[in-house]
Each structure stands twice: as C-alpha cells, then as structure tokens.
C-alpha cells in the first residue's frame, strides 16, 4: 500500500484522520498544520518543513486545496508522490497538475472535535486517475472503513449535496423549530425525542414510508395555519415552509 | 384519578396509547375503534354501544374529532365526564361543547404501527378547563411519562408546527436526498451514517452550535453550484434549497 502518508490540515477531517490512522497503526508520517506567520495583516503559511511520502492527504478547507497542493508541488512534483484530497465538493482538478498522480479520499460524514467518530460505518468515497493508485486508496479506506466505493468526481459532487440537504439543511430546521418553541418559554430540548424517533424510523423503513403530516396528507387548512403563524412569528421560515409543502405535495397528492 | 376510561380510535396514536396503558395497568375499559357499515357509498360509525366511562381519549384524526365528541355527547353529555383529545393542532373547542370538562392529552411523539415507542421519554402536552381535571391528566400522564408540562392550546399549536418541521420536514429532506443518491446509481443508506451523526451531535451542542456547510460559511459558489444541479436534476426542490440557504445566511452572515 504505502510506506509514508503525510496529512496536511489543521480541521475537524485532517483530526479524525489522524486519530484513526494512528489507532489502525497506518504510516502517518506526519501531521503539517497551518504555520501562520502574521507579518503586518497578512499570515503566511510555511510547508518549507514538509518531508517527501509516498501519499499527500489534503485535508484542508476547500478554497485552500488548490493553494496547499501547489505549494507541495512546488518542492516535490517531480517525485511523483500520489495526492489527494478529502473535499466533497471540489473536482479532483483542484489538486496542482504537476502532480500526475491525483485522487480523491472522501469521507462522507460530518466531523466535530468534540465527539468521536464511529469510521466502521463511514462511506469512503475514492477516486484516482490511474486504476492502480485507486486500488491502493481503496485498500487504505478499508483499513478504516466496511463501506468503500469508486466515486466519480460528478456523483460525488451529486452526494455531497444530498450530504449537505440531510445534514446541514435538516440542522438548520432544528434550528428554527427550536426558537419556536422558546418563543412559547418552553425547552427547546422537548423536541429531541421526536427527532431521534424521526431517523431511527429509517431503520424500519424508507423516508417515503415514513412520510406523514398535514401536506403528505393534502391538509390544506393547518398548512395555511401553519403559514399565518410563521409569518406572524418566524417570517424567515415561511418561503422554506411553503417551498418543502409544495414538493411534499407534488410527491404525495399529484 | 379515573377509575374508567375509554380509549377512541383505530390509528397508530389509539393503539400505542392501548398499549402503555395496559403494560400500566391503568382502567382502561375498552377501545372504540371505527365500525364501519357499507351502505351504498356512504358508510356510517356507529358508537351505540359505547359506555359510560369517566373519562374519553378521542385519538382519532383531526377532522373526525368534532363528529366523534358529539356522538358521545348525545349519549353521555349529561353525565359530565372529562372529554380529551391527542391532537396537537386542534384547540380544546374542537370537542363538543355539550361536554363542560373538556381537555387536551397530546403526546409529542410520530408513533409508527411497527416500533415500539419510549413513553418515559415522550413529552406529554396537557391542558383541560379546571386545575381539577388538569391535574387528573397529570398524574395519567406521569403514569406513561417522566416529561409532562400543562401547555395552552397557543403553545400547543406552536409546538405542533416544530414537529411537522423536525418531523415531516426533514423526512422529506431525507426521502429528496435519497433521489439524488439514487439518481447516480447509489444507494441512498449511504446518507444514513451522516444521517445519524447529524442528530447525534445534538447530544453534545445545540442545533446553532452544529452548524456547518457552504450556507453557513457563506460560500456562495458552492451555493451556486448545487442550484444549478437542482435546477437541472431535481427542480422540485430548488425552491426550498433557495429558502432554507438565505434563512441560513440570515442568521449567520448578516
């Protein structure tokens, strides 16, 4: 597989990473955080340490991949190391082309420092130019993961926005729904086991079978309750509100 | 507290109520569930043998709990019983008003006929017309639940409109992000880890805390990218994308 991985990223991912690494006894050479120098306003970012690996894992934000990857290049394309990063949303392409050895190591899963993550179950979504370099991904996604698949770069793109519908869309809702029920003084928290009992559903069954409420039922009246109150109360949620009815709609009623 | 009840309704709320109340050993006396009689096209419900009890659940769907109060109130109004409802959308009023002692008994939970459901941890809605009666649906309450609040038919409402958010929202969010899974020849459990993770997280932060992705960082492009693909493949839910991204920026970038 590979003698010597290097990481680079300071985050949540590049941490999780770097855990699990470590607990499967994988060859991390090393972990480059951001250096920042602050000289007047601007910070400068030092990779004049970084040491030569077989594999350069880029776990940095998205915007900073293309700049990250061009400064490793800068002293090592000519080696011809393998890199990849681990972005859901960004094309393989963002990695510097002088590198000929390009790919992708995505972990479809939302990280926190604060709570471990459970990697068994994480789908590890590879891709690689060469079908030689994506075997050897894939085998050190197996290391880590049971659930390993060859992505291309456009359904990976496709996942990472169902990624951020069910995890940041449905946070926000959350969100939202809890101010309303602080609006009454009472505890957001009451909301939790209906959530839990929300997905835990799915283990049961499709969201499609699951699916109930006023507008899978075409209950018109308590919509337009509904919506005098939001507009009354939260007007910030009435064009989500009225926009996820009418889909449930057109799935459900037409 | 009551030495009678009847329970009425067929649903999935009417029967996992049955349940916990016979694992309770509470006086359940029996469940009226509908009983139908084809005749010609229209079908009739017939609550003749109905008996007198000193307290009614009416579990039944929204719309049918004015016709059911009343059909029990021809029989029974005069004997004064306490007459309850497990809605959360619909006010007290909804039952008959023959009755004087009328109240509310709303399990904030989605109960599925295949899944067992936590009673302890649900949060029980109470409310009725004297502080008598509301503490008599207390202690029924405490009997099922470690979470019971008295809460007005206003908050009730409210309350009801973050469940179907946190409920038949994000189901809905859920089932959309399935599509787009699907539609690049994925299975769509692929989104349950993140699914469970995205919930999970709410045990150690809250909602405002967990929040991450493009909306939340403001990065318009990645926005852009995904509108355009909704737009492209799953138009049905651009709107609420559009919605739910600048309720996001509202509250994290202005």
Same mark, same amino acid.
């Given at each position: +597989?590979?003698?010597?991985? !290097?990481?680079?990223?300071?985050?949540?991912?590049?941490?999780?990473?770097?855990?699990?690494?470590? &607990?499967?006894?994988? /060859?991390?050479? *090393?972990?480059?955080?951001?250096?920042?120098?602050?000289?007047?306003?601007?910070?400068?970012? &030092?990779?004049?340490?970084?040491?030569? #690996?077989?594999?350069?894992?880029? #776990?940095?934000?998205?915007?900073?991949?293309?700049?990250?990857?061009?400064?490793?290049?800068?002293?090592?394309?000519?080696?011809?190391?393998?890199?990849?990063?681990?972005? =859901?949303?960004?094309?393989?392409?963002?990695?510097?082309?002088?590198?000929?050895?390009? =790919?992708?190591?995505?972990?479809?899963?939302?990280?926190? $420092?604060?709570?471990?993550?459970?990697?068994?179950?994480? /789908?590890?979504?590879?891709?690689?130019?060469?079908?030689?370099?994506?075997? *050897?991904?894939?085998?050190?996604?197996? &290391?880590?993961?049971?659930?390993?698949?060859?992505?291309?770069? &456009?359904?990976? #793109?496709?996942?990472? !926005?169902?990624?951020?519908?069910?995890?940041?869309?449905?946070?926000?809702?959350?969100?939202?729904? =809890?101010? !309303?029920?602080?609006?009454?003084?009472?505890?957001?928290? +009451?909301?939790?086991?209906?959530?839990?009992?929300?997905?835990?559903?799915?283990?049961?069954?499709?969201?499609?079978?699951?699916?109930?409420?006023?507008?899978?039922? =075409?209950?018109?009246?308590? !919509?337009?309750?509904?919506?005098?109150?939001?507009?009354?109360?939260?007007?910030?949620?009435?064009?989500?509100?009225? #926009?996820? *009815?009418?889909?449930?709609?057109? $799935?459900?009623?037409?």
């Amino acid at each position: +597989m590979f003698d010597s991985i !290097i990481l680079i990223g300071g985050g949540n991912v590049a941490h999780h990473i770097s855990l699990i690494f470590e &607990e499967k006894k994988l /060859p991390l050479h *090393s972990i480059i955080t951001r250096q920042s120098t602050r000289v007047g306003n601007r910070s400068s970012h &030092e990779f004049e340490q970084i040491a030569l #690996a077989e594999l350069y894992i880029i #776990a940095v934000s998205d915007d900073a991949i293309a700049e990250v990857s061009s400064k490793i290049a800068d002293q090592y394309a000519d080696a011809n190391p393998l890199v990849v990063h681990t972005s =859901g949303s960004i094309p393989t392409e963002a990695i510097d082309n002088r590198f000929k050895r390009r =790919g992708v190591w995505y972990p479809l899963q939302t990280f926190s $420092r604060s709570r471990s993550a459970d990697w068994y179950t994480i /789908p590890m979504c590879i891709s690689a130019n060469t079908r030689r370099d994506a075997n *050897s991904l894939f085998s050190l996604a197996r &290391e880590v993961s049971s659930n390993v698949q060859y992505i291309s770069d &456009e359904s990976r #793109a496709a996942l990472h !926005i169902a990624a951020v519908m069910v995890n940041n869309m449905t946070n926000h809702i959350f969100d939202l729904a =809890g101010d !309303i029920v602080e609006a009454e003084m009472l505890d957001p928290d +009451m909301l939790k086991p209906l959530i839990k009992e929300t997905v835990s559903k799915l283990d049961n069954m499709s969201p499609n079978q699951a699916q109930t409420g006023p507008a899978r039922r =075409g209950d018109q009246a308590v !919509i337009n309750k509904h919506l005098d109150y939001l507009r009354a109360n939260l007007p910030q949620l009435v064009a989500a509100y009225k #926009a996820l *009815s009418a889909s449930l709609t057109k $799935r459900f009623r037409e």
